[in-house]
């Protein structure tokens, strides 16, 4: 264990993060077993560690629990994006106070930078932990390494043992306390080696985190790849899969549901659509960018009784755009005349690709539609930032009344910090 100030790799992680999320607003919820369900309340996509303890398995279908759930207890919730894609930019905004270099890796993952001895980054540590707790009500882990490698494998010891209290630093253990645990762990425990290649290392006589970082790196290499090679070094402490930066443009930008009931007419359809382009281009505007083309596509169901039906057509902008309306014409041109009227389509999505950030493109007003001119996404924007996502829409997006295809959350709670209607109340007493 050296004292010298030294760069490491933190891996913050927040703990049963759609669950915790859930126990933010209803303080009721905690202790009890909690488990948030998938698009259309259909089956189990996250669970708190008590009803991960109750065998609740990931993916079982809610109808097959539901009738049993009340007889221990368990509490179903819908997915509620909002809420979570809120609380996680604030917890990485939290993160940024503490390290210049914070690579967001997942919706409840990052990865930061972070200086010193392994004291003081231990302190760090729990400085972090205490900070997203106090001020957001979520419980992270937080693991210190030299690698990503290194930081995931301190992250799960720090979720697993008590004593760590959350937040583990591999500096703070001897050489021989390092070899000990990883000897006691399997190598499908490790980040990136999924349980298929665990059977391929096995063959090779390689069955321990331990054993995979004292392998031969160029007989891993030709057995197994760069990426597990990479593995190897980083286990080593060598840091081999730099941080990546906040990405500004995304390649593509997709938006994309399941219905709630199938949507059997192209008026349907078209309404879908026009909700859909809405969506889809405020993404793109949030974060300064255009598309050159697009890819509009539905489906039927895979499993009904008749046959699969899913058009699947693109088309190509005359100009990089993200206006709302251009994206609507265009997707409902290609995609409308090959929805077949009768059909039960379950599922549809708009993808725009070919992105690129708004500024590298100079515009001239001759070739610019009015509408896009007079930043008319820009005003939609702002209306339902100020009055709510359902206050004005794009033709039929613009109705208020309630679409029966839209995706079902019959447990939603509430979006506490995103809907002025639906904030939390607290009570004084």
């Excluded at 207890?73 to 210049?100: C, H, P, T």
Aim: net charge positive; charged share 25%.
């Amino acid at each position: 264990m050296s004292d010298s100030s030294q760069r490491r790799i933190a891996l913050v992680d927040v703990n049963s993060f759609f669950a915790s999320c859930e126990r933010v607003f209803d303080p009721k919820l905690m202790g009890k077993p909690v488990v948030v369900l998938s698009n259309n309340d259909g089956c189990v996509v996250a669970r708190s560690s008590e009803a991960k303890a109750l065998g609740v398995a990931m993916g079982v279908p809610w109808f097959k629990i539901s009738a049993w759930a009340p007889s221990v207890g368990l509490v179903a919730r819908s997915s509620n994006y909002e809420l979570y894609g809120d609380l996680s930019a604030r917890v990485m905004s939290i993160l940024q106070e503490f390290s210049a270099h914070v690579e967001v890796y997942s919706i409840d993952e990052a990865f930061l930078e972070l200086t010193g001895t392994p004291q003081e980054l231990l302190e760090t540590g729990r400085r972090i932990k205490e900070a997203i707790q106090t001020r957001l009500g979520l419980p992270v882990c937080v693991g210190i390494g030299r690698s990503k490698t290194q930081a995931k494998l301190a992250n799960a010891g720090a979720k697993k043992s008590a004593e760590m209290n959350g937040v583990c630093n591999l500096d703070m253990f001897s050489a021989e306390k390092l070899d000990f645990i990883m000897a006691a762990l399997p190598v499908d425990n490790l980040w990136g080696i999924a349980r298929r290649l665990s059977k391929r290392l096995a063959a090779q006589g390689i069955h321990t985190i331990k054993d995979l970082r004292d392998a031969d790196p160029v007989r891993i290499k030709k057995k197994f790849g760069v990426v597990v090679q990479r593995s190897v070094y980083e286990l080593r402490g060598i840091d081999c899969i730099k941080l990546e930066g906040e990405r500004l443009v995304k390649n593509q930008v997709m938006y994309s549901r399941s219905f709630a009931t199938p949507v059997t007419t192209r008026k349907q359809m078209e309404e879908v659509l026009a909700v859909y382009a809405q969506r889809v281009s405020k993404r793109l505007r949030k974060q300064g960018s255009v598309a050159g083309a697009l890819t509009c596509f539905a489906g039927t169901s895979r499993f009904a009784n008749e046959p699969f039906h899913s058009p699947y057509v693109n088309a190509v902008f005359s100009i990089p755009t993200n206006d709302p309306v251009e994206i609507l014409k265009a997707s409902s041109s290609v995609l409308l005349n090959r929805i077949e009227e009768g059909r039960k389509y379950v599922r549809a999505g708009i993808l725009l690709h070919d992105v690129s950030p708004k500024e590298s493109h100079q515009y001239l007003d001759l070739f610019t539609p009015v509408h896009e001119r007079r930043q008319l996404g820009e005003t939609l924007d702002k209306v339902m930032e100020k009055h709510g996502a359902f206050s004005i829409g794009l033709g039929a997006a613009g109705f208020k009344s309630a679409r029966e295809w839209e995706m079902k959350r019959e447990m939603l709670s509430l979006r506490a910090t995103t809907r002025w209607d639906e904030l939390a109340t607290v009570y004084a007493r």
